[in-house]
């Protein structure tokens, strides 16, 4: 299951950035075009003291311009070299993370009222019923329970050591992955400042060969270069809210954890003091 909805997470990411980038590129295309047809024909007309109404167009299609749309058109501008491998930061650790969400969100369980129905059943139908709503149970705490209740017949203390080695294995899983979270986080600002780096080189590259420092001749390299970490430095601080928030997620359920593992075994102590 959580193997299918990363799946399902990354496919969908990356069709929606690739989709994104085609419709950026061809408006991009179509606003060239555009533009050119409109220098051709006012190259061969008289001039006319009258508004342009492709310049009116455009004044007002930039004045209306959302951010989506925006930040569409400055990634094409950062150049596919460095912003492709940014994006694809962003959706592998999307991906990671919203898959770490739902898994912690399914391993999350009432534990009061798990502990209750465990007592219950320790009252009506003793260690098998209580393994039976374990069994039954969603979550990393019910599987605790119920490693610990399978070996109460050796005894209280070998159940405490029970728990406390499987409590070990459950918080291991409830961690697994983000690790790779917190790689594409500092992977991604990594990302940009290598393309910052490359645009003051394209654009040293050009004041060399051009032998005159001009602000319109690298100010294309530079561009291109604060453009790069702008999206790196975003891309880090999204999977940073989500890291930080699976890290909140992971404490809670710990917590949990130990605390009604303390609380099952007064549960089996007591149980084994009525037999």
């Not at 917190?182 to 990302?191: C, K, N, Q, T």
């Not at 809670?252 to 609380?263: F, G, K, P, T």
Request: glycine share 8%; charged share 20%.
């Amino acid at each position: 299951m959580k193997k299918l909805f990363a799946l399902i997470a990354v496919l969908a990411m990356f069709v929606l950035g690739t989709s994104n980038v085609v419709v950026a590129q061809d408006e991009a295309a179509v606003a060239t075009e555009q533009v050119a047809a409109a220098d051709s024909t006012a190259e061969e007309a008289p001039a006319v003291e009258v508004a342009d109404p492709i310049e009116e167009a455009a004044a007002a299609a930039e004045e209306g311009q959302s951010l989506h749309s925006a930040l569409k058109q400055k990634f094409i501008q950062g150049g596919p070299s460095f912003m492709s491998f940014v994006l694809i930061t962003l959706i592998l650790g999307l991906a990671l993370a919203i898959e770490r969400i739902i898994y912690l969100n399914l391993a999350t369980t009432n534990t009061k009222k798990l502990l209750q129905k465990i007592e219950d059943a320790l009252k009506s139908g003793g260690i098998n019923a209580a393994k039976e709503v374990c069994r039954n149970t969603r979550g990393p705490v019910a599987s605790i329970f119920y490693q610990g209740l399978d070996r109460y017949d050796e005894g209280v203390d070998v159940v405490e050591k029970s728990v406390i080695a499987y409590g070990g294995v459950q918080a291991g899983l409830l961690e697994k992955g983000l690790s790779w979270i917190g790689l594409f986080i500092a992977l991604a600002p990594m990302l940009g400042f290598l393309g910052t780096v490359i645009g003051m080189i394209v654009a040293f590259d050009a004041i060399e060969v051009a032998g005159d420092i001009s602000p319109t001749l690298v100010a294309g390299g530079i561009k291109v270069a604060l453009i790069t970490t702008v999206f790196g430095l975003i891309v880090a601080m999204i999977l940073q809210v989500f890291y930080n928030y699976c890290l909140a997620k992971i404490d809670s359920i710990v917590n949990n954890m130990e605390d009604a593992s303390i609380s099952l075994l007064d549960l089996v102590v007591k149980h084994n003091a009525k037999k």
